[in-house]
């Protein structure tokens, strides 16, 4: 009975001693134990950042601004492009859940200045790939004047200007001599098509192609789209060079179109595409709704400007209105 006791006895103060020791080990000693929140917990959102294996959105309290339901949208959109005498062409994606909606999205169009932007895409990831540098400056000639959109043939040729800057003016007042600088400047380093890659890597198809001359003549809004999903998720260059685009697209004085139906408090990242000849004329680009981002690309082709602004503006305007208000 006498040993029975003081085994008792043994194991209480060897357990104690354990305790005391173990207790006294520093934070970092101790072992780590992962605690899994119960989803019985408060909905307070404080203490969110515990919840590390859900949607990074639903911790940022997003989940609010989703929205799943656009029919009425759809219907919104469907009447205001059947009331066009003219080709149009419509396409909406919310880039909190990825709803969208498209109309006529696929169809080709002149493509215009639109693919300025995916010529300064290329740029800046030749840049990153170390192929160029494009803080030198490159001296326009008298093939690079072009007069038919922007100021800069004005300066005239023998005009020294950093590549860096031509980009900006190209995308900023969709400069045509900027365009054809920049051009001028890839084939210099030996890129004949400086637009190759960049078609290639997001697998848009090229727009237009005769015999084996591949062109960019035309351009469909989902290409157009993809483009600005592209420089959203920094996706194809990097996520400097991605907000230096959008900051420039952000920065333009074309506020006819799709900016028109948005209050000028918003900011509007857009690439405006104008083809007087033709009467095809389209913006597309990104509306930064408050928590609520989403892309509006409209299109009109046949119709003079004014029609075109106001079908495109007021389709803007029927979207805003609806992602704000759901």
């Known amino acids: 009975m006498k040993k029975i006791i003081i085994i008792q006895v043994s194991l209480i103060v060897i357990l104690s001693i354990m305790f005391l020791v173990y207790s006294r080990k520093t934070p970092e000693q101790q072992p780590t ?62 880039l909190n859940n990825s709803s969208w909606i498209g109309l006529e999205e696929k169809e080709l169009f002149p493509a215009a200045s639109t693919v300025k932007v995916p010529l300064a895409m290329a740029m800046y990831r030749m840049e990153e790939q170390g192929k160029i540098d494009l803080t030198k400056t490159y001296t326009l000639s008298e093939l690079d004047l072009d007069e038919n959109f ?72 989902k290409t157009l789209s993809n483009m600005f999903i592209a420089l959203y998720n920094a996706s194809y260059v990097n996520i400097e060079h991605s907000q230096l685009i959008l900051d420039h697209l952000a920065n333009t004085d074309f506020d006819e179109m799709i900016v ?50 106001k079908f495109m503006s007021e389709s803007s305007k029927a979207v805003y209105e609806y992602v704000i208000n759901n």
């Open 150 to 221: 922007g100021q800069l043939y004005k300066i005239g040729s023998n005009q020294s200007i950093a590549v860096e800057e031509l980009i900006s003016i190209m995308l900023k007042y969709s400069d045509n001599t900027a365009m054809k600088a920049v051009i001028s400047v890839a084939e210099l380093i030996g890129i004949k098509d400086p637009l190759k890659d960049v078609y290639a890597a997001m697998g848009w198809e090229y727009s237009d192609v005769t015999s084996d001359q591949v062109t960019y003549i035309k351009i469909n809004l």
């Open 33 to 94: 134990v992962a605690i899994i929140p119960s989803t019985s917990l408060s909905a307070d959102r404080t203490g969110y950042e515990r919840f590390t294996l859900v949607n990074p959105a639903v911790r940022a309290d997003l989940d609010k601004h989703y929205i799943i339901n656009f029919k009425d949208l759809r219907q919104q959109l469907i009447s205001i492009h059947d009331r066009q005498k003219h080709k149009s062409f419509l396409y909406f994606a919310y």
């Open 260 to 309: 028109a139906g948005v209050p000028q408090n918003i900011t509007v990242t857009h690439k405006i595409g104008v083809n007087d000849l033709e009467l095809a004329y389209s913006d597309c680009g990104i509306v930064y709704a408050p928590n609520r981002p989403y892309i509006m690309c409209a299109g009109s082709w046949g119709a003079p400007p004014k029609d075109a602004h």
